[in-house]
């Protein structure tokens, strides 16, 4: 039942981003009119991600882990998070509000130049999850087995040699490097990454907690968290 569970829950976490890129590819890049009013969708859309968001805080720095732990099975707690946040996620993507106006629209080259871009970035973000174990983060190698053994030093070639979470790096290519840039991927764009901004110190202080001086020194090989020569 437990594998049952993971595996299902995998399978809720694939489907969960590559409806994000449906949508985001797809309907949220329609061109709205301007003249209707826009604060009402982006109120809206800012309180659902951050249900999304509080939720991803609450369960990581909090003792939720714990209570959960103390109802499920240890190997099933991974699972139960990738459950909830992926679904969490699907209902943004699908609830998000469409919001009127074009910021800026490019044609080609450009554009093709630009969409090219944004599938590297997502698959900068794959390539830079397999690194951490994706069965791990979705909850499926628990169940499974033991985890991989963490390595005594981080690993800082490929991707992470460039920033220290190149997969938030995926998104924000991801989000920002579209040909058209509607209102409606703009708040989008705004809301999740400013997100990501407030959430690597916290997840740097974790990973200090858990891994020590290893994730120290790796901190200090590499300078950049998020974006290269900014952040």
């Known amino acids: 039942m437990s594998v049952t569970l993971s595996l299902l829950g995998g399978g809720v976490f694939v489907a969960s981003l590559v409806f994000f890129a449906y949508t985001y590819l797809g309907p949220f890049g329609r061109i709205l009119p301007a003249g209707s009013s826009v604060w009402p969708a982006v109120l809206w859309n800012t309180a659902i991600f951050s249900v999304f968001a509080l939720h991803h805080s609450i369960f990581a720095r ?60 997502g698959v900068l973000a794959v390539m830079s999850a397999r690194r951490l174990d994706v069965f791990e983060l979705a909850g ?9 053994r963490a390595p005594r030093e981080f690993d800082d070639s490929g991707p992470y040699a460039l920033v220290r979470h190149p997969i938030y790096l995926g998104w924000w290519a991801f989000v920002w490097l579209t040909p058209v840039m509607t209102g409606t991927r703009l708040v989008f764009a705004i809301v999740s990454c400013a997100y ?33 020569f900014v952040y």
């Not at 074009?102 to 970035?121: D, E, G, K, M, R």
């Not at 499926?140 to 991989?148: D, E, F, H, N």
């Not at 901004?197 to 901190?219: H, M, N």
């Open 196 to 228: 990501l901004v407030l959430a690597v110190p916290f997840e740097e202080r974790d990973l200090v907690r858990t891994f020590g001086q290893s994730y120290e020194r790796y901190c200090e090989r590499v300078r950049w968290r998020l974006l290269p």
């Open 62 to 121: 909090t003792g939720l882990k714990a209570r959960v732990i103390k109802v499920l099975p240890p190997a099933l707690e991974r699972s139960f998070y990738v459950w909830i946040s992926s679904t969490l996620f699907l209902i943004v993507c699908f609830a998000w509000q469409p919001v009127p106006g074009v910021i800026w629209q490019v044609s080609p080259p450009i554009s093709t130049v630009l969409f090219v871009v944004q599938i590297a970035a």
């Open 140 to 148: 499926i190698r628990q169940v499974l087995g033991p985890p991989r």
